[in-house]
């Protein structure tokens, strides 16, 4: 149990639809990240937030986009979807303080299946 | 893109015997870190070594770095079943954390009873 909770679990979108994705992080975790996970691959970053700002993005398109609010919960949308947008998704928060020594924690995912 | 690589891509080991995964990556970082995913579900992390260490332990887990050869190993002695999962080793990039870890393929972990 990490604290860091994710929905939906699953869900299933047609081509061209949009998408948004909910995670809650741990108490006290002004960090979060997003993370894509395709079948058989290890997850690719997609991009971070801290204190409600993008401060670091992946090699994504811009039709990935997020949202941090302040109580420090965090959307991932993604808009125009496409076959290969399909993955596991993945949120993942820290604490503040180390940068990149801090524990991150992550949540059981969101899987995105579209068609 | 991936940054590591693991190898193997899948191992097969009786109970009771020590697994070993290797990991190697591309550019210099500023730590170095392993997780585990049982199948379909979330990472959990499990050891942090930074670029200086050369050796971490972590109860049945050691961790090897050697930044000269760009390569790292997990070594997880006395397996149990519950083991069973894919590893995966990530990276942070020596900019610092807002570039997010980088992780490779991963080694899927078969532990037999």
């Known amino acids: 149990e990490t604290g860091v909770t994710q929905s939906p679990t699953h869900l299933i979108k047609t081509r061209g639809q949009q998408v948004t994705l909910r995670c809650s992080s741990q108490?006290?975790?002004?960090?979060v990240s997003w993370y894509q996970q395709a079948l058989g691959q290890g997850p690719q970053f997609i991009f971070q937030?801290?204190?409600?700002?993008?401060?670091g993005r992946g090699n994504f398109p811009p039709r990935f986009s997020g949202l941090q609010f302040p109580n420090y919960s965090s959307e991932l949308n993604v808009n125009a979807l496409e076959l290969d947008d399909s993955a596991l998704y993945l949120c993942a928060s820290s604490l503040p303080g180390q940068g990149s020594l801090n524990t991150i924690y992550f949540g059981e995912g969101s899987w995105l299946t579209v068609v | 893109s991936q940054q590591g690589e693991e190898d193997p891509q899948a191992l097969s080991i009786q109970e009771g015997e020590n697994a070993t995964m290797n990991c190697s990556y591309k550019?210099?970082?500023?730590?170095l870190q392993w997780y585990r995913q049982n199948s379909g579900r979330g990472l959990v992390h499990l050891i942090l070594i930074r670029s200086n260490e050369r050796e971490k332990h972590s109860g049945r887990l050691r961790v090897t770095l050697d930044t000269s050869k760009k390569s790292s190993s997990l070594l997880i002695t006395a397996s149990r079943a519950a083991d069973t999962a894919s590893y995966f080793c990530?990276?942070?990039?020596?900019?610092?954390?807002?570039?997010?870890?980088?992780f490779g393929k991963g080694t899927h972990l078969i532990i037999q009873p």
């Open positions: 550019t210099s970082i500023n730590n």
């Open positions: 990530a990276t942070v990039l020596s900019g610092g954390g807002a570039d997010g870890l980088t």
């Open positions: 108490s006290g975790h002004n960090t």
């Open positions: 937030y801290y204190r409600e700002e993008e401060n």
